[in-house]
């Protein structure tokens, strides 16, 4: 509800913060998190297996995808910074 008011309230700010957005940012901070989220799941089922190698890459592979997300936040923050916002 908060948000609603402030949308109505502070148009032209809201359209300004959403015209700075990069959709295409967005969809791979997304993607990065959905992965590493069902990656660890896969991890905790293959070692609920004892399958503990397989346990381990997946593990490796959320890793991977978390540090993706770091460094495409920071590109993104980045480029915030350099426009101005």
Partial sequence: MGIAHLRSSQS???RAGQAALDTRVG???????VTSGW?????????RE??????RRFYFGA???G???VGLK???YSSKIRAGH
């Fill in 12 to 14: 032209a700010v809201f």
């Fill in 74 to 76: 920071l590109h993104d």
């Fill in 50 to 55: 004892a399958h503990f190698e397989r346990a």
């Fill in 27 to 33: 969809l791979l901070l997304t993607l990065s998190l």
């Fill in 39 to 47: 990656l660890v799941a896969e991890a905790v089922h293959a070692y």
């Fill in 63 to 65: 890793i991977g995808m």
């Fill in 67 to 69: 540090l993706a997300f």
